[in-house]
């Protein structure tokens, strides 16, 4: 899934660790969001939505479709 969360995240100037904390998550977990390895759940999505205050849509936008994956 792409994101768009070190963008808000630097606009803020906020630093990974700072994130992590007013998420209650680890930095690792931070940095492998940003780096589109790891897609956060729902109930962590929603709290980064609420914390940049917007719309998950604006933050999460789901990969294309794989080949082959019917429409």
Same mark, same amino acid.
């Given at each position: #899934?792409? =994101? /768009? #969360?070190? +963008?808000? /995240? %630097?606009?803020? &100037?906020?630093? &990974? +660790?700072?994130?992590? %904390?007013? *998420? +209650?998550?680890? /930095? &690792?977990?931070?940095?492998?969001? $940003?780096?589109? /390895?790891? =897609?956060?759940? *729902?109930? *962590?999505?929603?709290?980064?939505?609420? *914390?940049?205050?917007?719309?998950? $849509? %604006?933050?999460?936008?789901?990969?294309?479709?794989?080949?082959? $994956?019917?429409?």
């Amino acid at each position: #899934m792409k =994101n /768009r #969360m070190k +963008g808000l /995240r %630097e606009a803020r &100037q906020w630093s &990974q +660790g700072q994130l992590a %904390e007013a *998420l +209650g998550v680890s /930095r &690792q977990t931070v940095i492998s969001i $940003e780096k589109e /390895r790891y =897609n956060p759940s *729902l109930e *962590l999505a929603f709290s980064i939505a609420a *914390l940049f205050d917007c719309p998950i $849509e %604006e933050i999460f936008v789901p990969d294309s479709k794989k080949k082959g $994956e019917d429409a």
